[in-house]
């Protein structure tokens, strides 16, 4: 698999692209590597990194090497690729129709993941989504 690929792509936002970069291609060992890189411009300190499904989980995982660990430092979003921001604007919608920061603490990990992609399977139906309790 190539890492950067040309052909007739659409994107998550529906649109029509030319080429694109398969993140899928990428190993973990590349992964950390790209964390390390992405860290020597991260100064802020970041509780732990969450990944927005599917891509950008592989990221978040390889730059929580780096995560404080302190409920007080915010949460770092990471993606694996930015081209219009449509990933990233559904992941924080999620986290605000969901109410996910209840009591002072993000509901995360798996459960986080799993509602994402409900979310997300939702929305590709253009059905509407229900947070499922």
């Not at 890189?37 to 891509?55: L, N, T, V």
Request: with cysteine; hydrophobic share 40%.
């Amino acid at each position: 698999m190539n890492l950067f690929q040309d052909g007739e792509f659409v994107g998550h936002a529906g649109l029509p692209l030319s080429w694109k970069i398969e993140c899928d291609a990428i190993s973990n060992k590349e992964w950390r590597c790209l964390a390390k890189m992405i860290m020597e411009y991260q100064i802020k300190p970041f509780s732990k990194a969450e990944g927005i499904p599917r891509g950008g989980v592989a990221l978040g995982d390889a730059l929580n090497e780096y995560a404080t660990g302190n409920p007080d430092h915010p949460v770092l979003v990471a993606d694996d690729v930015y081209t219009t921001g449509t990933s990233f604007k559904d992941y924080k919608k999620l986290f605000i129709q969901m109410n996910l920061y209840i009591n002072g603490v993000y509901l995360q990990g798996a459960m986080l993941q799993m509602e994402l992609m409900h979310y997300l399977q939702c929305r590709r139906k253009n059905e509407n989504f229900n947070y499922r309790k």
